[in-house]
């Protein structure tokens, strides 16, 4: 497993696919690892992806200094790994607060080539909150409840009823994997003070690489108004919201929401072999 130390943290990544392909980048939600990303980057497999585990989660290191964590320290984590990996332009994904890091990395750093964000928000007060409901799920477990009962219990709101009852099968590895990489209850609660005191309304708008926002319209942790807000920030940006998606729309349906990701992803690419700007493409 490739490591590289970035202020001396050690994060973990791996890295699929075809050497001289594109590079797809993927940044992970709050708490979560790797596997998040597994049912695109299967589906994804003539581009060269890479993902990373943010500080805290699965094999990267877990500094207990809070303020180790906060959404520019993962941006600049995967700024290490691009570096690491002799990459000079990636198509970087990121989903709910990887969303935020994606956002933020395009700012700080030059290696952006687009941008697809799902289920994530621009943060600060004009943001819609995660509903109270969603909240208390997410953070408090019943007294009783083992390891892999307080996974189902937090995860629950993030998923479709329909998804949670039709797909046990799956919903069980996804807990193996959650228990094998989740972030520790220390580290989560870092990760989440990240994301609470991020907002990139101020600059959100002088971010012009194209953009692809993603969303479900039954999002229950993050609402849809979020991804709305972030696409009219952003100038150069389409949305494509999915009827009755959840949090994990992209794990629910990741058919569609491949193709829609690798669609953006050849347009820029083919815009970028013919020598012209997205926009010099469309005119």
Same mark, same amino acid.
């Given at each position: ?20 392909? $594109? ?20 589906? %994804? ?52 607060? =990887? ?17 697809? %964000?799902?289920?994530?928000? *621009?943060? =600060? $007060? ?26 189902? *219990?937090?995860?629950? $709101? ?37 994301? %609470? ?20 319209? =039954?999002?229950?942790?993050? $609402? ?8 009219? *920030? ?6 494509? %919201? ?42």
């Amino acid at each position: 497993m490739p490591r590289v130390r970035n202020d001396g943290v050690g994060i973990a990544y791996d890295v699929d696919g075809p050497p001289d392909a $594109p590079v797809v980048a993927f940044c992970e939600g709050l708490g979560y690892g790797r596997w998040m990303w597994r049912f695109q980057r299967e589906r %994804l497999s003539a581009y060269r992806t890479i993902a990373f585990d943010n500080r805290g989660t699965g094999e990267s290191d877990a500094p207990e200094d809070p303020g180790a964590y906060s959404i520019a320290a993962f941006a600049s984590d995967l700024e290490a790994v691009l570096d690491a990996e002799g990459v000079e332009s990636a198509h970087v994904v990121g989903a709910s607060m =990887g969303g935020m890091t994606a956002q933020r990395y395009a700012r700080d750093y030059d290696r952006a080539t687009s941008l697809t %964000l799902l289920c994530t928000s *621009h943060g =600060g $007060p004009e943001s819609v909150p995660i509903p109270e409901e969603t909240q208390a799920r997410m953070f408090s477990v019943p007294a009783d409840a083992d390891e892999r009962e307080a996974i189902r *219990h937090k995860m629950r $709101p993030a998923m479709t009823e329909s998804f949670w009852t039709g797909n046990r099968d799956l919903i069980e590895d996804v807990v193996d994997w959650r228990l094998a990489s989740d972030a520790s209850d220390a580290a989560r609660n870092m990760q989440a003070e990240a994301v %609470l005191a991020f907002d990139s309304t101020p600059w959100l708008g002088e971010v012009e690489v194209p953009a692809l926002v993603l969303h479900g319209t =039954g999002d229950r942790v993050l $609402p849809v108004e979020n991804g709305r807000q972030v696409h009219e *920030h952003l100038p150069e940006s389409d949305l494509e %919201l999915y009827e009755g998606g959840s949090h994990l729309f992209f794990v629910e349906e990741p058919d569609a929401v491949t193709d829609g990701l690798r669609a953006h992803v050849d347009r820029i690419e083919a815009a970028d072999e013919a020598g012209n700007g997205v926009g010099d493409a469309e005119a």
